[in-house]
């Protein structure tokens, strides 16, 4: 008979768990933010003003009394890692303000497929058989969702894809930063980085907000904030495996609010891509776990946000 888990962790498990619900709420209502704010201003300017309005609601916690300070020697990599994630931003946020967002979310979920593939060839990890099935499943999935020769290919889709492989790249790179500097290090010298660097492409097309449209601006930012925030903290928390399929909870979300406030419907192509991609992602997190709990080290960050 197998004992049931002490009070205490189950606690914690809780705890992980509602922390990355709380994630994929906010991380939903900002895609949702962002579809309503491009209808005012361009795709780059909602870029801007999200890492404008993410770093005002980021500094307070940050310079609370008590925090360690925010010291780092890695600017040159937060300077890179900026710039290869604002491209990601810029494609993912493309993506959100002019594909269906079921289509447009399910694409952002092949980011751990494209972590893998960066993984072996940036950091020389070994992958194994298992893994290797894993992301192609993915890829399947993906093909699903875009397919390409059909009638229904849109080439806006690969935008999508682009914005998850730039995005597989940053979580590479975080995983690198997070060797030397803390979380809260890493978030704060990527917004200092991300404002001007996404104000240059945004001068071009610039457009003064009026009205609601400002509602919106400021609702990415916070909810872009404070979905990072409790993501990274329920991974602090609980193990990867266990908290991915929670994330997933984003996409019946967006679903829903696409049917509401923009009349889309559901495709079942997205439906079936999604489901394949979602399950391939899932048993890609328990592996990671697996190996990492057998090396005693660290997962890599595999659940890497589109646009982070």
């Known amino acids: 008979m197998v004992n049931a888990a002490p009070a205490p962790v189950r606690s914690v498990a809780m705890r992980a768990a509602l922390l990355m619900f709380g994630s994929a709420m906010a991380f939903g209502l900002m895609a949702v933010a962002i579809r309503l704010a491009t ?4 795709t780059q300017e909602v870029a801007f003003f999200r890492n404008s309005f993410g770093l005002l609601a980021l500094l307070p916690m940050l310079v609370r009394p008590g925090h360690a300070p925010l010291r780092t020697r890695q600017l040159p990599r937060y300077l890179l890692r900026s710039a290869i994630g604002l491209a990601s931003m810029l494609c993912g946020f493309w993506a959100v303000g002019h594909l269906p967002l079921s289509q447009a979310i399910s694409l952002s979920y092949s980011t751990p497929l494209f972590v893998t593939i960066a993984a072996v060839l940036w950091l020389g990890e070994k992958v194994r058989f298992r893994r290797w099935a894993a992301v192609i499943a993915g890829f399947i999935g993906v093909l699903v969702i875009v397919r390409p020769g059909s009638h229904g290919f849109e080439a806006g889709s690969l935008i999508a894809v682009l914005a998850a492989v730039l995005s597989a790249l940053v979580a590479i790179q975080i995983k690198q930063l997070t060797r030397v500097d803390g979380p809260d290090t890493v978030v704060f ?26 509602l919106w601006l400021a609702a990415t930012g916070v909810l872009g904030t404070i979905g990072q925030l409790l993501w990274t903290r329920a991974l602090k928390l609980g193990e990867v495996s266990a908290l991915t399929p ?27 891509g999604a489901l394949i991609i979602l399950a391939s992602n899932a048993y890609i997190a328990h592996r990671e776990a697996v190996l990492s709990r057998k090396a005693a080290t660290h997962a890599p960050v595999s659940a890497a946000k589109p646009g982070e």
């Open 39 to 42: 209808r005012y201003v361009p």
């Open 189 to 214: 010298y990527t917004y200092v980085f991300w404002v001007p660097l996404s104000l240059i492409p945004a001068l071009f097309v610039w457009v003064w907000p009026t009205g609601i449209a400002w």
């Open 246 to 272: 929670i994330s997933f909870t984003q996409l019946p979300l967006v679903v829903v609010m696409g049917w509401l406030l923009f009349g889309e419907t559901l495709d079942r192509w997205t439906v079936i």
